[in-house]
């Protein structure tokens, strides 16, 4: 198998090959021109998402200072919202519903390395998905990791660490991330 075959599979992959290393280098480029846009021009903005991420619904939106790996592996549902220096290491596939905000300072990331340092000098990662529902807002600063899903109406404290999957209708916070109260979907379909 190549090395993106391994990464596609689930596999430990070495980020370092030159086909792997190609998917960010493109995402620097797009993520840059998104970038350069004036952040009043919500148009041209959303235009730029449209070819950036894999899908994009209606009215999608960054700030300044947005960042990710490969871009075609980012699914967002309508009126998704970034704010400054959101970023995105989608190396596997984010998925989010419809009505995500995300504060600013955020990173989910889909891609961890191994524990041994031999692992870490071959360069190794492995990739696990990442899925968000509809109405999640994720606060200032917080950390998202791979493999975990979110489920729907759920609040991600300021500076929380998810480290495992969250429940709908709750709000959780800390380090690690614990369910801190349940909340009601009031949401009109």
Known sequence: MTELEKLE???EYSFWDKEVNARKQHAMKETAKL?????????????QLH??????GSD??????????????I??????????????????????GNDVMIGPGTCI?????PLSPKGRRNHLGIAKPIKIGNDVW??????????????????VAAGAVV???????????????????????????
């Open 9 to 11: 599979a689930g596999l």
């Open 35 to 47: 970038n350069a846009i004036d952040p009043v021009d919500e148009a041209a903005i959303a235009e």
């Open 51 to 56: 070819k950036l991420f894999g899908s994009c």
């Open 60 to 73: 999608p939106w960054t700030g300044p200072g947005f960042q990710c790996d490969y871009g075609l592996n």
């Open 75 to 96: 699914h967002v549902g309508d009126r998704f919202l970034a704010n400054y220096n959101v970023t995105i290491l989608d190396i596997a596939p984010v998925t989010m």
């Open 109 to 113: 990331i889909t891609v961890n390395h």
């Open 138 to 155: 994720i606060g200032a600063n917080c950390t998202i990791l791979p493999g975990v899903n979110i489920g729907n109406n759920v609040v």
């Open 163 to 189: 480290t495992k999957n969250v429940p709908d209708n709750c709000v959780i916070g800390g380090v690690p991330a614990k369910k801190i109260k349940d909340i009601e979907n009031d949401a009109e379909d």
